[in-house]
C-alpha cells in the first residue's frame, strides 16, 4: 500500500502554469504505476495523465496533451504533474493515485487505482 499527499494547488489565471506534486510514502512506490485524476464540481472523476513505474511509458488524457507534464522522481517518491497554458475548464480537485504492477503498465481507468490521495484544489480564474 502506498500513502499519498498531493500539493501545489491554487488558484491562478488563465494561461498560468502550476506544479502539483505528489509525496509517497510505503516501500511499494517505485513498482508503482502513478496517476493524475481530476473531479470537477458536479462532475463524475476524470483521468488526466499516468506514468509507468520507472517512467518509461506515459499517457495523458487529449484534454491536456501538449499542456502537461507528468514525471516522477523514484528516489525521491514524489510524482509531479507540470501544467501549462491552463484553461478555466481545468478548474477540478486534482487527486493523485497510484497501482502496484509487476510491470510497465498504464491504466486510464480510476477503478483501476486503490490508493488514493485527498486530493489538491486547483482555481483557473478567465
Known amino acids: 500500500q502506498v500513502q499519498l499527499v498531493e500539493s501545489g494547488g491554487g488558484l491562478v489565471q488563465a494561461g498560468g502554469s502550476l506544479r502539483l506534486s505528489c509525496a509517497a510514502s510505503?516501500?511499494?512506490?517505485?513498482?508503482?504505476?502513478m496517476g493524475w485524476f481530476r473531479q470537477a464540481p458536479g462532475k463524475e472523476r476524470e483521468f488526466v495523465a499516468a506514468?509507468?513505474?520507472?517512467?518509461?511509458?506515459?499517457f495523458y488524457a487529449d484534454s491536456v496533451k501538449g499542456r502537461s507534464t507528468i514525471s516522477r522522481d523514484n528516489a525521491k517518491n514524489m510524482v509531479y504533474l507540470q501544467m501549462n497554458s491552463l484553461k478555466p475548464e481545468d478548474t477540478a480537485d486534482y487527486y493523485c493515485?497510484?497501482?502496484?504492477?509487476?510491470?510497465?503498465?498504464?491504466?486510464?481507468?480510476?477503478?483501476?487505482?486503490?490508493?488514493w490521495g485527498q486530493g489538491t484544489q486547483v482555481t483557473v480564474s478567465s
Open positions: 510505503g516501500r511499494t512506490f517505485s513498482s508503482s504505476t
Open positions: 493515485a497510484a497501482r502496484s504492477s509487476v510491470y510497465e503498465g498504464i491504466w486510464s481507468n480510476s477503478y483501476d487505482y486503490p490508493d
Open positions: 506514468i509507468s513505474r520507472s517512467g518509461g511509458s506515459i
